[in-house]
């Protein structure tokens, strides 16, 4: 997926170098459309990295996980307390960023 | 293709949670895996739904930071996040509670019949609301999901 959508980034830049060979009349209108193209691709690229991370991330901790089964050991207060830390730390960041992103947008 | 794209992430954190029988979800042509069905024990599990969400919080945090994401997608997350989080503190809470219960019984395996059966009995209750806790973790992830659905 991430192959696919740089390569449509590709040709989308390849076609804004053919601005200037469209008519005056629809060049604003084409260049409008690619500007939305590149955006809507530029966030959808951005989207999948970030679930091809957590996919990646998802499979470390079932690796823990499977570890810890097969070892047939308890897990510990101290590694209960270190993932709601964790939680704890990405709930703040979360919306530390969500506030910011309020403030862009408004 | 974003919104089916953030519809499939966020399928996925719940069914995650919701369906402890799948052991893996295909994803945007990824296979993610689920880390819950890997756990044998009451604690293993509870721990395999913290650490999972541990990381969908973090890499939600990703997206809401991303400045070409629409403010609408961001808003639907902070409405999963507002939610869950607290679901997630409530298995900690459970958590907690059943750890205790377990000490105590370990430590009561040396005493009279009375206190070890009024020990299983709290670990066998301690137990029951923390299966309870994960449980309910799962449907109030779900449930923002379509709430999510239907800021869109």
């Known amino acids: 997926m991430p192959n696919l959508l740089l390569q449509l980034q590709l040709l ?3 076609l804004s170098a053919l601005l200037p060979l469209i008519p005056a009349d629809f060049r604003a209108k084409a260049a409008s459309f690619l500007d939305l193209a590149g955006r809507a691709l530029s966030v959808s690229a ?5 679930v091809s991370d957590l996919a990646d991330r998802l499979t470390d901790v079932r690796a823990e996980i499977e570890a810890v089964a097969a070892a047939g050991r308890a897990v510990t207060g101290d590694e209960f307390d270190a993932v709601m830390a964790r939680i704890t730390t990405a709930s703040a960041a979360f919306r530390a960023a969500l506030e910011t992103a309020e403030a862009a947008a408004t | 293709m974003l919104k089916g794209s953030l519809r499939t992430a966020l399928l996925s954190l719940a069914m995650i949670t919701a369906l402890p029988s799948c052991s893996s979800i295909p994803i945007l042509g990824a296979q993610i895996e689920n880390p819950v069905t890997a756990a044998r024990t009451l604690d293993q599990q509870a721990y395999a739904v913290l650490d999972t969400y541990a990381v969908l919080v973090e890499e939600a945090t ?8 629409p403010i609408t997608i961001k808003r639907g ?9 607290p ?3 409530v298995v900690e809470s459970a958590l907690a509670a059943y750890m205790r219960a377990r000490a105590d019984f370990e430590a009561a395996s040396g005493q009279s019949q009375t206190t070890l059966a009024r020990a299983a009995d709290a670990l066998s209750i301690a137990g029951q609301r923390l299966s309870q806790a994960i449980a309910a973790a ?4 779900a449930e923002l999901q379509t709430l999510v659905h239907g800021a869109h």
Not at chain 2, 138 to 141: E, F, K, L, Q, R
């Open chain 1, 12 to 14: 989308l830049a390849a």
């Open chain 1, 46 to 50: 951005s989207v999948a990295a970030d």
């Open chain 2, 62 to 69: 990703k997206i809401v930071a991303d400045p070409n994401v």
């Open chain 2, 77 to 85: 997350l902070g409405a999963v996040e507002k939610v869950a989080t």
């Open chain 2, 87 to 89: 679901a997630a503190q």
């Open chain 2, 138 to 141: 799962s449907p109030a992830i």
